[in-house]
């Protein structure tokens, strides 16, 4: 008879196989929109993959404790995919919609936010890493902070971007108008929500 120390964590299972079920799907959208949807859903499937990997190493960490620090920077590291994915299913949407888009500027400000994604990610691993192992101190705390901060400066200019999109002169009516229109207002009605 197995005690209830053997047996995982039921959200973790859970987790593990909601995200299987859906790196599915995700792998065909990403396919089929092809080149101009690789930067959104290559984040969508990295965000998938991490959490399964997060709740794989939480169900291993519950044995190993040294597994408690990979578990910690592994789901601390869940945010920064789905904003990326966030930011390239925008952009893709951007590039259907508006009809006098200035690519080189388009593409400056979507790397410029990749930067400040990946700078608050850093912050925050490293933040973590330092508690984890116990070596807690205000700096640490504070690049903590910093990490999220920066995360929080994605999600806002995110944000205003969406608005601007939504606001700006678009293409005749088509279809793929229609589509980008619809998936900037599926993003603005998150941010509102």
Not at 84 to 101: C, K, N, P, S, Y
Request: hydrophobic residues 55%.
């Amino acid at each position: 008879m197995s005690s209830s120390t053997d047996t995982p964590h039921p959200l973790s299972v859970i987790t593990i196989i909601v995200y299987v079920a859906l790196i599915l799907p995700t792998f065909y959208i990403w396919r089929r929109h092809g080149r101009p949807g690789f930067l959104a859903y290559n984040f969508v499937y990295a965000f998938c993959a991490i959490r399964i990997a997060g709740s794989a190493v939480s169900i291993a960490a519950e044995r190993n404790a040294s597994l408690e620090t990979a578990a910690a920077i592994v789901k601390s590291i869940a945010i920064s995919p789905l904003l990326l994915a966030t930011l390239g299913v925008l952009h893709e949407a951007r590039r259907a919609r508006i009809a006098d888009l200035h690519e080189k500027r388009e593409w400056r400000g979507v790397w410029c936010l990749h930067g400040v994604v990946t700078t608050g990610m850093v912050l925050v691993i490293v933040g973590i890493v330092k508690a984890v192992e116990g070596d807690i101190s205000t700096a640490e705390a504070a690049l903590v902070k910093a990490g999220m901060g920066f995360l929080v400066a994605a999600y806002v200019v995110l944000l205003l971007w969406t608005i601007v999109s939504l606001r700006q002169p678009f293409l005749a009516r088509n279809e793929t108008l229609m589509d980008g229109t619809i998936v900037s207002s599926f993003f603005w009605s998150l941010h509102i929500a």
